[in-house]
C-alpha cells in the first residue's frame, strides 16, 4: 500500500499536504490507513493527521449505507453489471465473518488493517445485509478509531508515539 500512498503523493504534489491526506482518505482501498501513511510520508503533525483522516475516511460512509443498494441495481442494468458482481461477492466474503458477530464483527472487520477491509467495505456490507443505520455507523466508527490506533503505530513509528508521552 505504501507505494501506491507515495505515486499519489507525488501526483498530487504542489498542493497543501493536508489536503492531499483528505483526498486519500476518501479514496477506497486506501481510506484512513493510506492517509495515515501519506501524512507521515509528508511530515503531516499526527495530531492534525489523525482528524483530517478520520473526517476523509467518515464522509463517503453514510452515503454508502444509504443509497448502495439503489445504486446497484440501477447499475445492474448497464455495463457495470460485473464489477457490481464482484463488489457484491466481496461484500458477501466479509459478510460471512461479521454476520457471526453482528456489530462487534462489524467494527473488527473496519478495524484490522487487512486487505479487503475498511470502512468502504464495512459500509458496503452492513448495506447490503441491512443493518440498523444506528448500529452500522456506531461499528464503523469505531473500527474507523480501532484503525487509526493501529495505523498510528505503523505509519508514525512506536519511538515517535513514545515521544509525545
Known sequence: MEGIVQNIVGALGGI??????????????LELRGGLIAASILGVDLFRAIPICLIGNILPIPFILLFIEKIFEL??????????????????????????????????????????????????VAALFHFKLKDACIAIFGGLILATVIMTFISY???YIVSLF
Open 16 to 29: 497543501p499536504h493536508e489536503l492531499v491526506v483528505f483526498i486519500i482518505s476518501l479514496f477506497p482501498i
Open 75 to 124: 447499475l445492474k442494468n448497464t455495463r457495470f453489471f460485473k464489477m457490481i458482481n464482484k463488489l457484491e461477492e466481496k461484500a458477501e466474503k466479509g459478510a460471512q465473518k461479521i454476520m457471526k458477530h453482528k456489530k462487534w464483527g462489524l467494527l473488527l472487520f473496519v478495524g484490522i488493517p487487512l486487505p479487503g477491509t475498511g470502512g468502504w467495505t464495512g459500509a458496503l
Open 157 to 159: 513509528g512506536i519511538p
